[in-house]
């Protein structure tokens, strides 16, 4: 039932803040176009942009930590492979963290290249 909540919470915050935000502008004549040099960024595309950077920023830190506490508790009951467990999740934490640099800079570059 709570994935059912947290899955209807997504659809109705993707709906209204992420879709609109993936619709193509109006169609301007060629002297508005050439009249704006750099065009302001659309209020729903940075709504969109900034939920997606919040996402992907919850995500790594709810990832990270998980990770840390089944690193913490392994090494706690197999204190022998304390350094083997703590490697693995060194490695693990920054490969998430690296991939949720990569969501963000991707919401970034949503915002300021059309």
Partial sequence: MKTLKIAALVAVLWATIGMPALAAPAEQSAAETAAKAA?????LVLAGAAFGAGLVTIGAGYGIGKIGSCAVESMARQPEVAGNIQTAMLI?????EGIALLGVILCLVNVFVK
Avoid at 92 to 96: D, E, N, P, R, W
């Fill in 39 to 43: 065009p302001a960024p659309n209020f």
């Fill in 92 to 96: 693990t934490a920054a490969m998430i």
